[in-house]
Structure formats: C-alpha cells, structure tokens
C-alpha cells in the first residue's frame, strides 16, 4: 500500500485552493448572466420564456408586497407539511425496524407507494380539506415528505453491521439499547439524506398543489399559473424566484443541522491533503 | 512462453512533497538487481515503503530518483509493453464480469480473439485449479479462490514478470499454506520472474531465492538472504532444519534493521520510528 | 424451500392488501357513524367504498360513452408516451454530462454548482410556461419529464465513475489502457447501481412531470386531463375520480417495475445484507 501522509495544510495553501474550486463557477455565473442579458436584449427574443433579468427584478419590485407575503405562507404550508411526513416518517420507520416481518411485508407497498404519482392527489386533498384552507397543501407536502424520509430511515435502522448487534447481545442489552446506542446513531446519515430530500419534494409539492387551486391572497402557485395564463412572463419568473430561493433556504437550513449533529461523520469531517 | 524478465534498480528513492512542511521519505537510495527466473520476497516492518517499491517496478508510481529497467526496457516503457501482471492484496476482481471474464479482461485488452481467449482462459482455470468456476461471480467465491482467480488473470497473457504485494496476506494459515505451495508449482511451470512483498518471514524464505530485507522508514535494503533449500520445495520443507536457519537468520536482519520488535508470522505490528 | 419462501411472500402480499382495504373500510365505518369531522368529514363523497372505485372503472365515463377503464386506460398510455420520450431524454442527456464531468475537473467545477442549482428551480412550478412557450404537444411535455430525470441520473453518473477502487484503476494502469478502455471496461460497469438507483427515482418522477405538464395547456387526451375533468364531476361522482388516480399510481408503479426488472438483467452484485 503506497504511503500516503496526511498533513494539514497552511492558511495561503487553503487560500488559494479554494480560489481554484470555486473560480471557474463564479466565471460561469457572471459570464451567463451576462449573456443571457445580451443575449435577449441583442436577439431581441420575445418574452416569452426568457425575459430579461432586468425585467425579472423589476416585476419583484412592484409586487414585493404579495410575493412576499405569499411567499412566506407557501413556505409555512411546506414547512407545515415537512413537520408532519417526516414525524410519520420517523415513527413508521421506527416500528417497522423494531419488527422486521411487518417491515419485511409492508417494504415492497412503500416501494411501490413511492411510485405513485401523488401530486394527481391534490384535487382529493382540496376536496378533502376545503380549497382555501392550507391543510389541503400541507397534507400534499405530508404525503411527499413521507417516502423519502421513510425509506431512508429505515435502511439506517436496518444496515447495521451485523457484528455491532452481536456485541450488543453479548452485553445482555434488551432492544430499546440496541436501538439507543446502535441502531439509531447509525441511522442519523441516512435520516438527513431523506430529510434534504423531503425539503425540496415539500416546497414544489406546496406550490404545485397550489395549482389545482387556493386562496390567491396567499398562494404563490396560483400566481405563477395566472400570469403564466396571461403571458405576463417577468411575474410569473419573479414569483418562481423567490420560490426557489425559500427552498434553497429550507434545504441549507437542514444541512446546517446536519453539520452539527454529524460532526463525527466522514463526509462532514475534514479532507486528507493530497 | 517469453523469456523472464530481469529487474534493476538504480540509486531509486521516493520523496512526498507537502504543501508547507519539509515531506516524507518513503524510500531511501535502493540499488537492486533480480535475475531472470528468480522469485525475490521483500521483506521489511510496516510502513517500509516495500509496496512503493513494488509499485515503482511497475510504473505505477514515479521514483523521485534513480533509474528503473525492467527486461531491459525504463519502466514505463515495460509497462506499455505489458510486460508484467500484477497481484494485490485484495483480489480487485470485478463483480460485474464472471470468472472467466475477469481472467480473460487483460486479454481483451490486447486484442486476442474470442476463441484464443477462451482456450487460455480454460488453460488459466486449470492452472490454479479452479476449473468449473468459470460462469461463477467473483462474490460467490471463498477469498482464496479469489485470490487464484486473481492470479490466473495476471498470468493470463504470459507474462516476463510478476508482481505480487501481499496476495495472501487476507488469508487464514491453512489457505495460505496451501497457495505458497501452489504458487511455487505455478511459478515453475511458468517459468517467470516474480517480485513477492510479504510480511510473513517463513512465507518469504519458502518461496524465494533470495530474501531482500528492508529497514523501517525511510526504506532501506539492510540484507539480503540466499536461500539455498533445494526446489521443488513441500510442506516438508517447512520442517527441515535448514529452513529453521535461514528464517532465523531473516529475523535477525530485520531486528537489527532498525525495527522495534522483530515481526512474528502471527502478529503484525506497527514500528514507530524514532525521532 | 425457496418455493415456500415465495408462497409466504406472497401470502404476506395478499394480507397487507386485504389489511390496507379493511383500514379503509374500517376507518370509513368508523368516522360515518360517528359523523367525525376531523381531519375531513367521512362520507360517501369523500372516502367512496373500494368496491365502488372499482366499480366505477366498468361503468360508462359518460352517457353512451365508453367504460371508464377504456377511457382512462388511452389516457394512461398518452401520458405514458410523453413521460418515456422525456426519461429517455434526459436519461441520456444525464448520462453524457455525467461521463463529460467525471473526465474533466474544470468542467465539473465550472457546471457542477449550476446543475445542482437546477434543481431548485421547480420545474413542475415553470411546467405551465414551458407548455405554453413550447407549444403545447408531446414534446413540451417530454421536456418536463427530461429536466426531472436528468439531474439524479447526472449526478449518480458522476458518483458512480469515481467509485471504482483504486486499485481497480491501478491493474487498468499495468495494463497500459487507454481512457476509452478504462471507461467502458471499469468506470461504466462501476457506475451500474449508481445509475440505476437514479433511473428508478426518475422513472415514477417522469410520469409525474407529463401529468402537471399536461394541466395548464389544452392537452386533453392524457391523465392530466383526465384528473382536472373529473375533478369537475367530484360532487355527482367523486369514485370517477378515485379511480383515475388508481390508473395514474398504476403507471407510476409500472414504470418503476420496468426499471426494476432491467436493473435485475444488467447488475449482477451480492445482494446488500440487512441486519
């Protein structure tokens, strides 16, 4: 095996480094905005899909109002939504591993429940719920928060080396501290991959329902789907931005959970010098 | 079946550079010379540099100094030329090919047709006594069929040398007792050379010619041991006084190389050099 | 023995099924004679009887017209052919960025961020515009269900390439293979599970991007369509309704099996222990 040593570098050395990871990115950014902006202006393309980035910030401008407001209620639906699954999630995936032949038979209908396109859910849920009330979205964000978060816990509870168990079982340890000290610390990565997923499924499943109907006042999906229906492009797109960017905030909020409860995980840990 | 290959290393040392620290030295100036048609172990505490050394031989890491010919050739030039195979620890075979597909990879690679592979690969397979596993998965397999399966492929294109870095090091006594044996057999029939880095004395003295002894870090060549027990070697050999001797003797190379504690075949420790 | 294993697998099949339905039924019972409100009001309306949905496919979707299950079966395959162009689409599409990326350092610096940041932008949220500027047709539409499936194909592509152990890449390197060799012959097969665990999340995420494609647009023939039109007829015939989501999580379903049973066919590993 060739000798590698590991040695952590200076400050200038990480300086620079990070310089030569992140440079090109920022070129391609400032080099796209630039000629998306060019682009259309010169090309004077129709604003049909691309409108100018200009025009962008001017629609978010004169409806910051709304969008904000709406913006942050949409969220509260996701977040709501996220909250629920994902608690559902982690009991279900709980007691699934605690008995492994109800784990074992309900497996094959979370896989294929998985499947299922549960967005052609929303008009039942608005049926279900009332249109205007944001339970009908939360519920939409609930169903698609549940899968990941459940699957993925449950192959954390579950691909425990087999070693680890028989340790504990020599140690006279009932199932509760098998789960305890055991099962459950190794699940917490798999958790969290579940959990960024769920975050981002949350946030579109909460917009997109919003598709099939809601309060306008307070719901960005609705928004998008009328000025997109009446070709006002620049309101449509700004709405889709701040969409975005709340979901970005979700999913780096969860990593910078992650970051703390994981500090002992490779992934998270420091990078041997090369 | 080609010629076996001679190796020489000249002056060959390996330095790691490190961003804002004065590096490692893995291997001081080695000189090192194999005749054709020997079988050289490398023998040294962990951490010596023996598996830089052997990977040095084959190219697959660069000498920060010294000169490396292989048949003859640079290295680099011997590896283009596929002049040698190569063993690891691990038997690296891959889990999406079959047996005999993973025995036939480095001839595919040289462009044999499907026919010649074929009855090669049927000869490799009864080499290393594995016929009937050709339609088999590498994971369907105890690890020292593996590790067979991994030298059939190494000898599969007849190879002038053959480079092995502790192929039997990830099994139990009996298993590799019984491959010692069977690579011997091998290497015979063969007919090439072969570079073997173990941490086992009594493994290296019964299948070398000769036992080159390293110091612990940076990599020195403190010895190197004849061994003169006639061949073919049994599992009688094992018992034999001379045998008795010569691991003595490789044991006593080592303690006084700069080694902490000789290394016992059942235990492996870690040496710690002394600043 | 293993006869009997699948006879109690798919025992264990049947009993969740007739679980799930006596849930349903149980649940429905229970909330209708106790008038329960919450979470939603039990009624007929809301939670129709199994029997019902299912009988509701035989029945005419509407005077003198064709049974629903016709109906909803045409539907299911217009929305299948958009959801298959557009996964095979970006499947590719995914699949040649994520070997351009692996090959190139700069590139991978340069677009990686972008791709990932791709993704926050809700596709399914831009799906009415895209419809409309690209004009409303099976094209359109395949665009959604490619934007979806090429993300986590490119990405697991990317992992998979680099997955290979390093030795693995060592023997191609005493091999003295060329890239080309080194990428089919290692990387490719390497990245197998990586791509596949991609496809069978981008294959039930296909399907879901043709039906919100086809929602805003005039696209009538597919399930979008399907489910805005008896959405309308919920109060008179709220099973209709029901049962076009049953055909929609039957393709769902169906897409990821045929994913499944072609990632049977091409990946041959030792199954993954469960404790």
Not at chain 3, 49 to 55: D, V, W
Not at chain 3, 215 to 235: F, T, V
Request: hydrophobic fraction near 50%.
């Amino acid at each position: 095996m060739s000798l590698q040593p590991v040695v952590f570098p200076g400050r200038r050395y990480r300086a620079g480094r990070r310089a030569r990871d992140w440079g090109p990115a920022v070129v391609v950014l400032v080099s796209g905005i630039g000629s998306w902006q060019g682009l259309v202006t010169a090309l004077d393309i129709q604003r049909f899909l691309l409108p100018k980035p200009t025009e962008i910030l001017s629609a978010l401008r004169e409806n910051w109002s709304f969008l904000w407001g709406a913006g942050w209620y949409t969220f509260g639906e996701a977040v709501g939504g996220f909250v629920i699954g994902g608690a559902l999630a982690i009991a279900t995936a709980l007691a699934l591993a605690r008995w492994p032949p109800l784990g074992r038979a309900l497996l094959p209908y979370a896989i294929a429940a998985n499947a299922i396109p549960i967005i052609a859910f929303a008009p039942i849920f608005n049926n279900w719920f009332g249109l205007i009330n944001p339970v009908s979205k939360m519920a939409m964000a609930a169903v698609l928060a549940f899968f990941p978060v459940m699957i993925n816990m449950l192959r954390g509870l579950t691909s425990v080396h087999p070693s680890s168990i028989e340790l504990m079982r020599s140690y006279a340890a009932g199932e509760a501290a098998t789960f305890r000290r055991v099962r459950i610390p190794n699940s917490l990565p798999f958790l969290f991959s579940g959990l960024k997923v769920a975050s981002v499924l949350a946030m579109i499943g909460a917009v997109v329902s919003q598709y099939f109907g809601g309060l306008r006042s307070t719901s960005l999906g609705l928004f998008i789907k009328e000025k997109a229906a009446l070709a006002f492009f620049p309101e449509a797109w700004a709405a889709i931005v701040v969409a975005s960017v709340l979901g970005v905030a979700f999913y780096l909020a969860i990593v910078l959970v992650e970051r703390s409860a994981l500090r002992w995980h490779p992934s998270v840990r420091g990078v041997r010098a090369e | 079946m080609p010629r076996p290959a001679a190796v020489s290393l000249g002056g060959v040392s390996k330095h790691y550079a490190v961003p804002g620290g004065p590096g490692v030295t893995a291997l001081a100036p080695i000189d090192l010379d194999v005749h054709p048609g020997e079988f050289v172990s490398l023998i040294g505490p962990s951490g010596c540099g023996k598996s830089t050394l052997l990977r040095i031989i084959g190219d697959l890491v660069q000498a920060t100094e010294g000169q490396v010919l292989v048949n003859g050739k640079p290295a680099h030039q011997a590896r283009l030329d596929r002049d040698y195979g190569i063993v690891f620890q691990d038997p690296v075979l891959y889990d999406w090919r079959t047996v005999a597909r993973n025995i036939s990879l480095p001839l595919e690679m040289l462009g044999w047709d499907r026919q010649r592979r074929a009855s090669r690969v049927a000869e490799m397979l009864d080499l290393v006594e594995l016929g009937g596993f050709e339609g088999h998965y590498p994971w369907q397999l105890s690890g020292g069929m593996q590790q067979r399966v991994s030298i059939a492929r190494a000898l599969s294109f007849s190879p002038a040398l053959l480079l092995m870095d502790e192929p039997f090091g990830a099994l139990d006594e009996m298993t590799r007792e019984r491959l010692n044996g069977e690579l011997l057999r091998i290497w015979q029939q063969s007919g090439c050379t072969i570079v073997f880095v173990t941490h086992s004395i009594t493994e290296a003295v019964f299948l070398s010619t000769r036992v080159v002894v390293m110091s612990a870090r940076p990599g020195r060549v403190i010895g190197i041991v004849e061994i003169d027990v006639p061949q073919p070697r049994t599992v009688d050999t094992r018992e034999e006084p001379r045998f008795f001797e010569l691991v003595t003797e490789v044991r006593e190379r080592l303690r006084k190389g700069g080694a902490a504690e000789a290394l016992a075949e059942e235990e492996l420790l870690l040496v710690e050099e002394e600043r | 023995m293993l006869a009997r294993r699948r006879v109690r697998g798919v025992l264990a099949f049947v009993t969740v099924l007739i679980g799930l339905v006596a849930l349903w039924e149980g649940y429905r019972a229970i909330g209708q004679s106790t008038g329960l409100t919450w979470p939603f009001p039990v009624n007929e309306r809301s939670m129709p009887h199994i029997h019902h949905i299912l009988g509701q496919l035989f029945e005419p979707s509407r005077r003198n017209g064709p049974p629903l299950v016709t109906v909803l079966l045409q539907a299911a395959l217009f929305t299948a052919r958009e959801a298959a162009l557009g996964f095979v689409l970006g499947a590719s599409t995914g699949f040649v960025l994520g070997v351009a990326l692996a090959h190139s350092r700069l590139l991978e610096r340069g677009l990686l961020p972008y791709i990932v940041a791709s993704q926050t932008i809700p596709i399914l949220a831009i799906a009415p515009m895209v419809v409309v500027w690209l004009g409303a047709g099976l094209f359109s539409v395949a665009i959604i269900a490619a934007y979806l499936t090429f993300f986590p194909v490119t990405i697991n592509t990317l992992r998979g390439l680099r997955s290979a152990d390093p030795r693995a890449h060592e023997l191609m390197d005493s091999y003295a293979a060329n890239r080309r060799s080194v990428l089919w012959k290692l990387r490719v097969p390497a990245s197998m599970p990586y791509l596949f665990t991609a496809l069978k999340i981008s294959a039930p995420a296909s399907v879901v991007g043709a039906i919100i494609g086809e929602l805003p647009s005039s696209i009538q023939g597919g399930l979008g369509g399907a489910i805005l039109n008896y959405n309308q007829y919920y109060i008179t015939s709220p099973a209709s309704l029901w049962a076009t989501n049953v055909v929609a999580a039957a393709l769902g379903i169906s897409f990821f099996g045929v994913v499944l049973l072609a990632e049977r066919l091409v990946v041959h590993r030792a199954p993954e222990h469960v404790a």
